[in-house]
């Protein structure tokens, strides 16, 4: 069966400083990825995705970036934080032929101080 | 875009009743779906329903389409303390299988 991970469950990181979440997936080949962020008591705003290693599409323009360095394997990296980069960050995957249900991991709470 | 929005924005029932939840979306669509989400956790897939259905039943649950009027519902029937979460709707309008979520109803189930 397929499971999904990210790490760290939670960060507190001060402005300025670098970032990196990490997410996992294992069981299934040549997933599509994606990285959201969600707000306190908001929707899930779709940051990046990527259909393939190497292959990265921004969906919103921010100093966040993405990178894809193996087949299961999603990084969501910045240079410098902002106090408007806190929230809840979610990895997915999808791509079950046929299907187009995404699967989330437990989410990365991230605080900007 | 495909945006989903959630009607209500919150909704509080006791345990036994059933609650509805509505979504509308923007453009034409492949599939809506409908996720949940407990508090601090990931979602949860519930439910997917095609652009050429109608109603759709999973257990307790029951999602409708309604493409000309561009919305979908859900009911949950004969609720449970253990449904309170937050539920998002989710339309897919490509190939590429990007979803644009909408801003969720918060259901709480009181026993």
């Known amino acids: 069966s397929q499971t999904i991970h990210q790490w760290p469950a939670t960060l507190v990181q001060p402005v300025g400083s670098p970032l990196s979440l990490e997410c996992t997936v294992e069981g299934t080949s040549n997933p599509n990825l994606y990285w959201y962020r969600q707000a306190a008591g908001r929707g899930l705003q779709l940051l990046f995705y990527?259909?393939?290693?190497?292959?990265i599409s921004s969906e919103v323009p921010q100093n966040l970036s993405a990178s894809r360095p193996q087949d299961r394997q999603f990084i969501l990296s910045s240079k410098k934080l902002l106090l408007s980069d806190s929230g809840f960050y979610l990895c997915?995957?999808?791509?079950?032929?046929?299907?187009?249900?995404?699967?989330f991991g437990p989410g990365t709470r991230l605080t900007v101080t | 875009s495909q945006q989903g929005e959630e009607d209500p924005q919150a909704l509080s029932i006791q345990e036994g009743e059933n609650a509805t939840m509505n979504c509308s979306y923007k453009t034409s669509i492949n599939n809506l779906q409908w996720y949940r989400q407990n508090s601090g956790r990931g979602l949860v897939h519930l439910i997917l329903i095609r652009s050429n259905e109608r109603e759709k039943h999973s257990g307790r649950l029951r999602v409708t389409l309604d493409t000309s009027k561009k919305s979908s519902s859900l009911l949950i029937t004969a609720s449970r303390a253990a449904d309170t979460a937050s539920y998002f709707c989710?339309?897919?309008?490509?190939?590429?299988?990007?979803?644009?979520f909408g801003k969720g109803t918060l259901l709480t189930v009181n026993p």
């Open positions: 990527s259909v393939g290693i190497g292959q």
């Open positions: 989710a339309a897919s309008g490509g190939s590429n299988y990007k979803l644009t």
């Open positions: 997915a995957w999808s791509g079950t032929p046929g299907s187009y249900e995404q699967y």
